[in-house]
């Protein structure tokens, strides 16, 4: 096998085997893992992408500046934490810190709504995205697929 077959950014082989879920395919490829197949020739493809955006909600002043002061109050303590590291013993570490999450928690509320307030109703909602196909082919370089369809073939289940 070259240089190019291995790190070519599309696989070239033959299919083995096509599943529904990529659980599937993960797990056929697991379980040639185990049978000791050179499991390097193998990879999972997806095909016929989809972006797929869940909305969860409805966005609103008051929901944007409650998520910005948890990102402050997180930011607020990581910055907290660093300081105290740097402090001197004079000052306490505790009180430090827990300044630095309240300024954080107050300016991320502050930004989170004046943001939003900014956005001009666009983008009300919030949601989450990923990237989803309807297919997953586990597709093996040429000299080796023969011997993975015969190991697959053991394991039960699709195979080509």
Known sequence: MSAQELYSDIPRGQVV?????YLEAQTAVDFLSDQEFPVQHVSIV??????????RGRLTRGRAALAGAGSGAW?????????S????SETSDLGLIAAAVLYG???GAVFGFVGHALSGGRRDFTSTSKIVSSKYDVVCTWAEADRAREV???RGGPAL
């Open 46 to 55: 997806g095909s016929d992408l989809r972006m797929v955006e869940r909305v």
């Open 17 to 21: 085997g096509t599943f529904d879920t």
């Open 75 to 83: 930011f607020g303590l990581f910055v907290g934490l660093l300081l």
């Open 152 to 154: 697959l073939a053991r």
């Open 85 to 88: 590291l740097f402090s001197s």
């Open 105 to 107: 928690l107050v300016f």
